[in-house]
């Protein structure tokens, strides 16, 4: 018989799964919020409802980063709101750890766990979780290679200059 996977690597693997959803090309997130073992929400990285996503009109880039996206673990806790699932005391299972913004938000969403795959670029977060005595944890998980972060450099439709 084979091991069983545990508890926290089916959940990212589930977090691995919904961030091929993502709609930014320059990086694909998935985020999945849990309490007692049971999925709440989820979220991935994409244009904000309504609006085109980048993979079909470009970026809006500001220092270097597309700012036309929701975060995949903001739109985890926008779907529960929205919803109606509560998840204080949830447990956030992310790709790429949160970014400082995002830390926030699962901060103040009651999250007393967060489990991340790969470091994403602000190290605040684990002076500011054990301050707030929220569990860190990073799981790795092995890079999609079929997913490639491209940047068009094409301007997002909505920051383009128009003509007139």
């Not at 694909?28 to 085109?52: C, E, F, M, Q, W």
């Not at 007393?112 to 979780?129: K, N, S």
């Not at 860190?136 to 998980?141: A, N, P, T």
Request: net charge neutral; glycine share 10%.
């Amino acid at each position: 018989m084979s091991e069983r996977v545990s508890w926290d690597e089916y959940f990212m693997n589930i977090a691995r799964v919904v961030a091929t959803r993502a709609t930014c090309d320059r990086k694909h997130v998935g985020a999945v919020l849990v309490r007692d073992k049971t999925i709440l929400s989820t979220g991935y990285n994409g244009s904000i409802r309504g609006l085109p996503h980048c993979s079909e009109v470009g970026h809006m880039m500001e220092d270097g980063h597309c700012v036309a996206t929701v975060h995949a673990e903001a739109n985890a806790i926008i779907q529960a709101a929205k919803n109606g699932v509560a998840i204080d005391g949830a447990t956030i299972y992310t790709t790429a750890s949160p970014c400082w913004p995002c830390f926030k938000l699962v901060a103040n969403s009651g999250c007393r766990r967060i489990v991340f795959g790969e470091f994403y670029r602000d190290g605040r977060i684990f002076e500011f979780a054990q301050k707030l005595g929220i569990e860190l944890v990073e799981l790795d998980v092995p890079a999609r290679p079929d997913v490639q972060p491209t940047d068009t450099g094409a301007p997002h439709p909505l920051t383009a200059p128009r003509g007139g």
